[in-house]
């Protein structure tokens, strides 16, 4: 999977330039079939737009305590299972392809162009196609969801 990132900031005198125009080189896998390309990141809310540190190399993890990620995964025909719930809420985007998400018995089919609100719920992408789905996902922390007087706590 190849992602052309291209990042914007300020020159000395203020002018907006392009700091990053580039395929992206921050891939990593965190199970067998899942492809991630890590965008960016932020800390702290609201957002400090001044620094000049790649936001990307900043991402030790699925979310950011605290702060937002930005990254699109390609799910492989048959990915490995991963049941998991993160502490945040995801804004997703099917590009291509399409994924079924499992949520304690529920499925969903996502479609290319379809979009999604993941609020903390735990779930699992499978992809049962013959084609690979790409998704981008803007994950932005949130506090852990509770029910019964208890902490739903992130998973997986």
Not at 127 to 149: T, W
Request: aromatic share 6%; net charge negative; proline share 4%.
């Amino acid at each position: 999977m190849k992602i052309r990132r291209v990042v914007t900031a300020h020159d000395d005198d203020g002018k907006a330039v392009v700091a990053i125009d580039e395929v992206s080189r921050d891939v990593v896998s965190f199970r067998p079939g899942a492809t991630i390309t890590n965008v960016w990141s932020t800390a702290g809310f609201p957002v400090d737009n001044t620094g000049v540190a790649d936001g990307a190399q900043e991402i030790t993890g699925t979310t950011r305590d605290g702060g937002t990620v930005f990254r699109v995964i390609e799910y492989a025909p048959g990915v490995a299972p991963r049941n998991h719930r993160t502490n945040s809420i995801d804004y997703a985007v099917v590009l291509s392809g399409e994924i079924d998400m499992e949520m304690d018995g529920t499925v969903v089919t996502l479609r290319a162009g379809d979009v999604l609100v993941q609020r903390g719920t735990i779930h699992d992408w499978i992809n049962r196609s013959d084609k690979p789905c790409v998704i981008a996902f803007v994950l932005i922390d949130a506090r852990p969801v509770e029910r019964g007087g208890r902490a739903l706590a992130a998973r997986g």
